[in-house]
């Protein structure tokens, strides 16, 4: 089993700029999570899904949209990059919600110049 | 702003040395789960806990809840070099369906 994939590992985006990043998991989970790592800030959720055609918003979700594909892929997209959306992106998945553990892919490394 | 508190931010230990770090919602929790994070890595889960005053361990790592379910902490004895990384508190409420992860404590350690 793969796990949590996410591509691409790194990317750099001019302002203005859009594009999506993709997340997948076979685990069979229902949830799936993107969040944001930036130094001293922790893990922010950006949006969540709690199962399969359902989408929320998380604690920082402006200037992001998300599409839960399928059961198996959550993709999150930057319509309009700015500098301040610079940051590690992580996805995760978990069975369900808070009192399961989640599972992390490795991580987008993105830049907005 | 997040609704989980860590301490501290950072923490630079002697090999072979003890230490803990906090984590602190003003609420109360119905659990909390701890990950640890590699440089360069991603999160991974540790462990969960659930039950008010329960304690955990797992080899040379204790995890406890507080008694109010409002506070956890994560204590390392002998501290080694594998144990480098940023250690990462999430805690869940009731009326929540997600979790609310604190900013972390990053260890490093000295030889």
């Known amino acids: 089993n793969a796990g949590v994939t996410q591509t691409p590992k790194f990317q750099v985006l001019k302002t203005g700029q859009s594009m999506t990043l993709q997340c997948a998991q076979d685990?069979?989970?229902?949830?799936m999570y993107w969040y944001r790592q930036d130094p001293g800030m922790g893990l922010r959720l950006i949006y969540y899904?709690?199962?399969?055609?359902?989408?929320d918003k998380g604690e920082v979700p402006n200037g992001y949209n998300v599409s839960r594909l399928n059961k198996r892929e959550f993709s999150l997209r930057l319509e309009s990059a700015a500098p301040s959306q610079t940051s590690v992106y992580f996805c995760?998945?978990?069975?369900?919600?808070?009192?399961?553990?989640?599972?992390f892919g490795p991580g987008t490394r993105l830049t907005v110049t | 702003g997040q609704q989980v508190m860590q301490i501290p931010q950072y923490q630079h230990v002697q090999e072979g040395e003890d230490f803990t770090t906090y984590c602190n919602s003003s609420?109360?929790?119905?659990?909390i789960q701890w990950y640890k994070q590699r440089p360069g890595g991603h999160p991974v889960f540790l462990i969960q806990?659930?039950?008010?005053?329960e304690v955990k361990k797992q080899k040379r790592l204790t995890f406890q809840f507080g008694e109010a379910k409002k506070n956890s902490s994560l204590h390392i004895t002998a501290t080694q070099t594998t144990d480098v990384g940023t250690y990462f508190c999430a805690g869940g409420r009731s009326n929540d369906y997600k979790l609310s992860f604190g900013a972390g404590t990053t260890v490093t350690v000295r030889a």
């Open positions: 685990m069979n989970h229902n949830s």
């Open positions: 899904s709690a199962s399969e055609g359902t989408t």
């Open positions: 609420t109360t929790l119905s659990n």
């Open positions: 806990l659930v039950k008010s005053g």
């Open positions: 995760a998945s978990s069975e369900s919600g808070r009192t399961y553990e989640q599972y």
